[in-house]
């Protein structure tokens, strides 16, 4: 003997084959997916941005260096190491500059997270050894 569908049940599972028939109804759920879309976009926008601001300070970093503006340069690749803590040439160039400036211990620092994202990087660890001595 079979046993017979409750109304809330049987309502319940209607519900659960089609998510667009639910109580706050399909137009409401396109609206709120054309809102979140939207709001995904500009998030991507964002980080295009910040990525762009990343790389125009990092250039502007490498700029002020080669004019010998050491702390100049020192400030820019520390803003672009806040913005990615993972950039391992701002880390190596923060690093110089610190050299140029005469500030080694801040100079070895920077120059070992270098190298602990890149460790094979001959350069950086020649660096590592002008800072170290």
């Known amino acids: 003997m079979q046993e017979k569908e409750s109304p809330?049940?049987?309502?319940?599972?209607?519900?659960?084959?089609?998510?667009?028939?639910?109580e706050i109804g399909q137009?409401?759920?396109?609206?709120r997916f054309k809102k979140w879309k939207k709001e995904i976009s500009?998030?991507?926008?964002?980080?295009?941005t910040i990525g762009n601001l990343r790389e125009n300070n990092f250039e502007l970093g490498k700029?002020?260096?080669s004019l010998g503006n050491f702390d100049d340069a020192v400030m820019r690749f520390k803003f672009v190491t806040l913005l990615d803590q993972n950039y391992a040439d701002a880390w190596y160039w923060l690093g110089r500059s610190y050299i140029a400036n005469g500030k080694k211990p801040d100079a070895v620092n920077s120059l070992k997270k270098a190298?602990?994202?890149k460790p094979n990087w001959p350069e950086a660890h020649e660096m590592l050894k002008v800072a170290s001595s």
């Open 115 to 117: 190298l602990a994202l």
């Open 63 to 65: 700029k002020h260096y």
């Open 27 to 31: 137009e409401k759920i396109v609206i």
């Open 8 to 22: 809330k049940k049987k309502n319940f599972l209607e519900k659960l084959q089609s998510p667009f028939s639910s």
């Open 42 to 48: 500009e998030l991507i926008e964002k980080l295009k």
